[in-house]
């Protein structure tokens, strides 16, 4: 099996995560994907890419990635009401957040490159934010929920509807 960048570290161990069939496989899954995220919070990973396959140690991770591993994390944390998938997601959240750049787009939005940054990828980020404020309404952390509706708002303002409006 494949590690992450984290290969000479000893193996990442993570709480009891789930009930249930699958559990242990969804442990294995999980802390493998730990293995790629980095101390800021980014996700890094294998990408297939032009038909090659890639690994990605030192490249910075895509919003794409960030988006869709903060959306199963939020799905993982309703189905189980396990406060461990949460917190998580709320890491990965925050980290998304800090990647807004002065014109509202997120940095690092772009599959691999900012080159190939889109609205798309700006917008899937988005979403992630949003379904996190939906589940931090529910647990009334108003400070983060604020924090994450403002990123949102500055993006699509700024940069999503700044460019289609240009």
Request: hydrophobic content about 40%; overall charge negative.
């Amino acid at each position: 099996m494949q590690r992450g960048p984290r290969e000479d570290q000893e193996s990442i161990q993570s709480p009891h995560v789930m009930d249930g069939d699958g559990a242990e496989r969804l442990g294995t899954l999980w802390n493998y994907l730990l293995s790629w995220v980095a101390p800021d919070g980014g996700v890094h990973g294998p990408v297939v890419h032009r038909g090659d396959l890639k690994r990605m140690f030192a490249i910075h991770d895509t919003a794409w990635t960030q988006q869709a591993v903060i959306a199963g994390l939020l799905c993982l944390y309703r189905r189980s009401g396990a406060d461990y998938w949460l917190t998580w997601a709320l890491r990965l959240a925050d980290a998304q957040c800090a990647r807004q750049e002065a014109d509202g787009r997120f940095r690092w939005a772009g599959h691999e490159d900012d080159r190939f940054s889109s609205l798309v990828h700006n917008v899937l980020a988005d979403c992630a934010l949003l379904d996190s404020v939906a589940v931090l309404r529910e647990g009334s952390d108003a400070r983060r929920c604020q924090r994450y509706l403002t990123v949102v708002e500055k993006n699509l303002d700024d940069y999503v509807i700044g460019l289609l409006l240009i």
